[in-house]
């Protein structure tokens, strides 16, 4: 701008030229000024988008966490009940072993009582059948105590004897 100012005092340039030049060139340096501004403004909007697609691809990553997360508990959910579900039928299928064998106890003494007869069962056979009904009950969690299998002591009842029920000890009279 300088040279053109020189070549107008110098009358080398006439006035009128470098009232439009400098209008010009004021438009010229108005547009460039403009020009910085919004590239500025862009420049700042690419930096803010980045900015945002950086917590956007964080925000994913924590969600796929958590999804991976919950379908982890829901796998886990699924084979409890599984095992829920294996439990109940080996349960259905123990009780319905142990209905069973109290079916047959219930008509071993119902035909017992319908013949009249009396059934004699050793020690040992009742022992069996004691440790038959424990493993069948072991089946079920019913509480955290153990079994008591010791043996129980003979508890008789003493009543006053008169002289006319005095019997010896040798002989037992049933339906006196």
């Given at each position: ?41 862009i420049s700042k909007s690419v ?56 079916r047959g106890l219930a008509q ?69």
């Amino acid at each position: 701008m300088a040279a053109i100012q020189q070549q107008a005092v110098t009358g080398q340039l006439p006035v009128v030229y470098v009232a439009k030049i400098e209008k010009y060139r004021k438009k010229g340096l108005d547009i460039f000024e403009s020009i910085q501004r919004v590239v500025r403004n862009i420049s700042k909007s690419v930096i803010s988008s980045n900015d945002k697609t950086q917590s956007a691809v964080e925000q994913t990553g924590l969600m796929e966490k958590q999804l991976s997360k919950i379908d982890n508990s829901v796998d886990q959910v699924n084979q409890a009940s599984e095992s829920i579900s294996v439990s109940v039928q080996e349960q259905s299928a123990a009780a319905e072993e142990v209905s069973l064998s109290m079916r047959g106890l219930a008509q071993l003494n119902s035909d017992a009582l319908t013949n009249s007869q009396m059934h004699i069962v050793s020690a040992t056979d009742l022992h069996k059948l004691s440790d038959r009904f424990r493993d069948e009950l072991d089946v079920f969690k019913l509480s955290k105590d153990g079994w008591d299998i010791d043996i129980r002591p003979v508890k008789l009842e003493s009543t006053p004897a008169s002289d006319e029920s005095v019997v010896s000890e040798e002989s037992v009279e049933l339906f006196a």
